[in-house]
């Protein structure tokens, strides 16, 4: 062990993406749990706050978020006096999720539990909203694909990686989606 490992000043290296646990896997197979992910990154949220963001009850709120907790995506902040002066158990997301690999979670075979989510949340905020968009069609060996899609994540890990820096700015949501159209 080195003296900073010793210190507990060693600077950590570099996130590398990993598979998803079978139970990571699962927790990512529904949109409303990718949604409360997105929604706990950068504010802590309670069972009701979701309930009222994703309009739907408490009780379908806690049964998922007590999926992402399981699974190590979300954590339970300290208890806190509510506005009615009711206390409140908060959520906030760990990020871990972003460093899992982008392959389909058992249970959502098609993949389609994030591209269900980012059209929900496309659909909230409105189309207005779109900052930036390009839409494009190539043709790609199976090896330019695996290419393409590793030069796009190391830019977008590298953003990922310093968000904290970047804290006092508007969030930005987005999706790379790449597919193979319908012949």
Same mark, same amino acid.
Request: one cysteine or more; proline letters at 7%; hydrophobic letters at 40%.
């Given at each position: 062990?080195?003296?900073?490992?010793?210190?507990?000043?060693?600077?950590?290296?570099?996130?590398?993406?990993?598979?998803?646990?079978?139970?990571?896997?699962?927790?990512?197979?529904?949109?409303?749990?990718?949604?409360?992910?997105?929604?706990?990154?950068?504010?802590?949220?309670?069972?009701? =706050?979701?309930?009222?963001?994703?309009?739907?009850?408490?009780?379908?709120?806690?049964?998922?978020?007590?999926?992402?907790?399981?699974?190590?995506?979300?954590?339970?902040?300290?208890?806190?006096?509510?506005?009615?002066?009711?206390?409140?158990?908060?959520?906030?997301?760990?990020?871990?999720?972003?460093?899992?690999?982008?392959?389909?979670?058992?249970?959502?075979?098609?993949?389609?539990?994030?591209?269900?989510?980012?059209?929900?949340?496309?659909?909230?905020?409105?189309?207005?909203?779109?900052?930036?968009?390009?839409?494009?069609?190539?043709?790609?060996?199976? =090896?330019?694909?695996?290419?393409?899609?590793?030069?796009?994540?190391?830019?977008?890990?590298?953003?990922?990686?310093?968000?904290?820096?970047?804290?006092?700015?508007?969030?930005? !949501? !987005?999706?790379?989606?790449?597919?193979?159209?319908?012949?």
């Amino acid at each position: 062990m080195s003296d900073e490992e010793e210190q507990g000043t060693a600077v950590p290296g570099p996130r590398r993406r990993r598979p998803a646990t079978v139970r990571e896997a699962k927790a990512l197979a529904h949109p409303l749990r990718v949604r409360i992910l997105r929604l706990c990154l950068h504010r802590e949220l309670t069972n009701r =706050e979701l309930a009222d963001r994703l309009d739907t009850t408490p009780g379908t709120v806690l049964y998922h978020v007590r999926q992402l907790v399981a699974a190590g995506l979300l954590v339970a902040e300290p208890v806190r006096t509510g506005a009615g002066g009711a206390l409140e158990k908060p959520y906030r997301a760990t990020g871990e999720s972003w460093w899992l690999d982008g392959s389909s979670p058992p249970g959502d075979a098609d993949g389609t539990a994030p591209v269900s989510a980012f059209q929900q949340e496309l659909a909230e905020a409105g189309p207005r909203s779109v900052r930036a968009f390009a839409r494009f069609a190539l043709h790609l060996s199976d =090896e330019e694909v695996a290419e393409l899609d590793r030069r796009i994540l190391a830019v977008l890990d590298e953003y990922v990686a310093t968000d904290h820096q970047r804290r006092d700015r508007p969030l930005y !949501g !987005g999706a790379f989606i790449l597919h193979r159209p319908a012949d």
